[in-house]
């Protein structure tokens, strides 16, 4: 993809990847601060959203205005869809063409709750992002944040800038954790029509993960907990 025309629908701001949000734009440059390369710029956007925005299973829904780019970056908690709509916002701020992936996982290690609800271990359209970095297409997941895995014995996803970081594919006793079970395409704008008929076509009703205020309580004990 050396046209640059090409490159300008991946370096638009949309509806959902809001990257003309004042907010967006000055938390993207506040975090590329001194960076002098797309590589480094990348690394940096990507730990800020792994870690500064907090991995919620209970917040899947299908209203637009909780896709949104600034809504994620305001409230700081969402799951692996939105975080990757607002990490493409904020790499689009600082010139980074970017667009979202989506690939159907198998979940070995989700919680007994997460399946007993969804009825199944494939978690479809997981969420991530792809950057255009050294003249390719690079995946980035920024889904689980640091603290979370620590809790959960995940390994992180780490991101250099060049490599794909793509699933957690082993926990850090060794078991396996995430297993690729195909891909879903990658996308300019957020497909979120798309998304909630295919949730609701495998999950039926039970796509939308209880999000009680009690359940979230509990996740968030866990994560502040001291070790």
């Not at 001194?34 to 919620?56: I, N, P, Q, S």
């Not at 975080?83 to 919680?111: E, Y």
């Not at 997941?141 to 959960?152: G, K, Q, S």
Request: charged residues 25%.
């Amino acid at each position: 993809m050396n046209n640059p025309e090409e490159l300008d629908r991946y370096l638009s701001p949309t509806w959902f990847i809001d990257s003309d949000n004042p907010g967006v734009r000055a938390y993207a440059v506040q975090i590329t601060e001194g960076c002098t390369t797309d590589e480094e710029r990348a690394v940096k956007l990507f730990y800020a959203v792994r870690d500064g925005v907090r991995y919620d299973p209970y917040s899947i829904t299908a209203e637009p205005l909780d896709y949104r780019a600034s809504v994620t970056l305001e409230r700081r908690v969402a799951y692996c869809i939105p975080k990757a709509v607002l990490l493409t916002a904020l790499a689009r701020v600082v010139g980074i063409p970017a667009r979202l992936g989506f690939a159907d996982v198998r979940n070995h290690l989700a919680s007994e709750k997460l399946l007993a609800q969804l009825g199944t271990d494939l978690f479809i359209f997981h969420g991530f992002t792809e950057l255009w970095l050294g003249g390719s297409w690079v995946k980035a997941t920024p889904a689980f944040n640091i603290e979370l895995c620590r809790r959960f014995g995940a390994r992180p996803l780490e991101f250099d800038g060049r490599h794909d970081s793509l699933f957690h594919e082993y926990s850090v006793d060794g078991q396996r954790h995430m297993e690729y079970a195909g891909a879903r395409g990658s996308f300019a704008d957020l497909p979120l029509e798309e998304i909630v008929t295919a949730f609701e076509k495998e999950y039926g009703d039970s796509y939308y993960v209880p999000r009680s205020e009690r359940d979230r309580d509990e996740l968030f004990d866990v994560l502040d907990t001291p070790a």
